[in-house]
Nanobody, 118 residues
Framework: QVQLVESGGGLVQAGDSLRLSCAVS????????MGWFRQAPGKEREFVAR????????YYADSVKGRFTISRDNAKNTMYLQMNNLKPEDTAKYYC???????????WGQGTQVAVSS
């Protein structure tokens, strides 16, 4: 079982930066994939970024590529999402996720709210 707890959300202005953190507890295999999804009010949940826990390989949605950076600190069992040059359309609740044995995103955190004003 894996538990995920996000933190770091808040209200910022367009162009500002935020760093989200995801504290991971429980068993995380080196082949696990962790990532971030977000959901804005009235919109479907969308993928933001992912990283492999062992190798650290990353992948980003086109909408955040070049502005967001996903990383992890294995020693601290923590994953991060550095968000730069934030835009109002980045406003959403951000969820930390992790894959289970079947490779699906079986584990989800409770979410942290990010609001970007213009």
């Amino acid at each position: 079982q894996v538990q995920l707890v996000e933190s770091g959300g808040g209200l910022v202005q367009a162009g500002d930066s935020l760093r989200l953190s995801c504290a991971v507890s429980g068993r995380t295999a080196s082949g696990s994939v962790m990532g971030w999804f977000r959901q804005a009010p009235g919109k479907e949940r969308e993928f933001v970024a992912r990283i492999t826990w062992g190798a650290g390989s990353t992948y980003y949605a086109d909408s955040v590529k070049g502005r967001f950076t996903i990383s992890r600190d294995n020693a601290k069992n923590t994953m991060y999402l550095q968000m730069n040059n934030l835009k109002p359309e980045d406003t959403a609740k951000y969820y930390c996720v992790a894959t289970g044995i079947g490779g699906r995103y079986d584990y989800w955190g409770q979410g942290t709210q990010v609001a970007v004003s213009s």
